[in-house]
């Protein structure tokens, strides 16, 4: 991790000033005045710079970041996003785990089911979350919550996708010892499929976590919001500050890191008892 953080430092300044130049020639040639002699020396300059440079990256973070809890301000605003991520999370998993039982259990739900749970993936959730959030705003759900319901359409996919091929994962050898030891069709699976299952569960957990975060991102864009970053990212596209752009998307990528973290901290105290491979 600090190998690669250490190459994207070593990039960083050729490639603003790579990505900039043009624009900033393009500037000076349309009689621009920017205040600096040549393209090279404006690139750091532009007032909004395809990358920003590092005391526009400064300037964007405190004006988004102070104060944190400000109703304009990123760290609200992340905070915002990631309480519907997490609902929503923890609503695909539910719903995950459902279809991963029912998947396992019947092959004929799985035959009739599982070509529906691929179509699902396909529909473009730009164009679905205007009409889930206008079908929901019909029975009174608005604000967080179809934001929520959005991010779990996305998310319940991978859950319930793994945590089947996690309950299908138990030797076979496994499965004839606990018939030998005479255990009902309930006491395997809460005893041997569960705990097999746990590893595949927190793995789709961490891909689920990204795809939710996406999901509430967009749902926040796509309808009407007074918080979140998909509101911010929004607005500064509309008034094309770069620079604002730019800190919400790093806004984004951390939340987005803190919450697989936390699902990875999870898994070590639920399955602690696994040995480290």
């Given at each position: 991790?600090?190998?690669?953080?250490?190459?994207?430092?070593?990039i960083?300044?050729?490639?603003?000033?790579?990505?900039?130049?043009?624009?900033?020639?393009?500037?000076?040639?349309?009689?621009?005045?920017?205040?600096?002699?040549?393209?090279?020396?404006?690139?750091?300059?532009l007032?909004?710079?395809?990358?920003?440079?590092?005391?526009?990256?400064?300037?964007?973070?405190?004006?988004?970041?102070?104060p944190?809890?400000?109703?304009?301000s990123?760290?609200?605003?992340?905070?915002?996003?990631?309480?519907?991520?997490?609902?929503?999370?923890a609503?695909?998993?539910?719903?995950?785990?459902?279809?991963?039982t029912l998947?396992?259990?019947s092959?004929?739900?799985?035959?009739?089911?599982?070509?529906?749970?691929?179509?699902?993936q396909?529909?473009?959730?730009?164009?679905?979350?205007?009409?889930?959030?206008?079908?929901?705003?019909?029975?009174?759900?608005?604000?967080f919550?179809?934001?929520?319901?959005?991010?779990?359409?996305?998310a319940?996919?991978?859950i319930?996708?793994?945590?089947a091929?996690?309950?299908r994962?138990?030797?076979?050898?496994?499965?004839d010892?606990?018939?030998?030891?005479?255990?009902?069709?309930?006491?395997?699976?809460?005893?041997?499929?569960?705990?097999?299952?746990?590893?595949?569960?927190?793995?789709?957990?961490?891909?689920?976590?990204?795809?939710?975060?996406?999901g509430?991102?967009?749902?926040?864009?796509?309808?009407?919001?007074?918080?979140?970053?998909?509101?911010?990212?929004?607005?500064?596209?509309?008034?094309?500050?770069?620079?604002?752009?730019?800190?919400?998307?790093?806004?984004?990528?951390?939340?987005?890191?803190?919450?697989?973290?936390?699902?990875?901290?999870?898994?070590r105290?639920?399955?602690?008892?696994?040995?480290?491979?």
């Open positions: 991790m600090l190998a690669v953080a250490l190459v994207a430092v070593l960083y300044w050729p490639l603003m000033l790579w990505a900039n130049v043009g624009q900033a020639a393009r500037s000076l040639a349309s009689g621009a005045d920017l205040g600096c002699g040549t393209a090279l020396q404006c690139a750091t300059q007032r909004n710079p395809v990358i920003p440079a590092p005391q526009q990256f400064a300037t964007g973070f405190q004006n988004l970041s102070v944190p809890l400000a109703a304009t990123a760290p609200y605003n992340a905070l915002v996003t990631g309480g519907e991520t997490l609902l929503g999370l609503l695909a998993s539910v719903l995950g785990l459902v279809l991963a998947l396992v259990r092959r004929s739900f799985e035959r009739a089911t599982l070509p529906w749970l691929v179509a699902s396909t529909v473009p959730i730009v164009a679905l979350a205007p009409m889930l959030a206008v079908l929901l705003g019909q029975f009174g759900v608005q604000g919550f179809p934001k929520a319901i959005i991010a779990a359409y996305i319940f996919f991978p319930a996708i793994g945590m091929q996690g309950l994962s138990p030797d076979p050898l496994q499965l010892l606990m018939r030998t030891y005479r255990a009902s069709p309930a006491q395997t699976f809460r005893l041997l499929q569960i705990p097999a299952s746990l590893p595949y569960l927190f793995t789709s957990l961490k891909v689920a976590a990204t795809a939710a975060l996406v509430s991102i967009v749902a926040e864009i796509s309808t009407i919001s007074f918080s979140g970053l998909g509101k911010m990212l929004a607005e500064n596209s509309r008034a094309s500050d770069t620079v604002a752009l730019w800190v919400i998307m790093i806004y984004g990528a951390a939340l987005g890191i803190a919450l697989v973290a936390l699902i990875g901290l999870l898994e105290l639920v399955t602690g008892w696994r040995r480290p491979v």
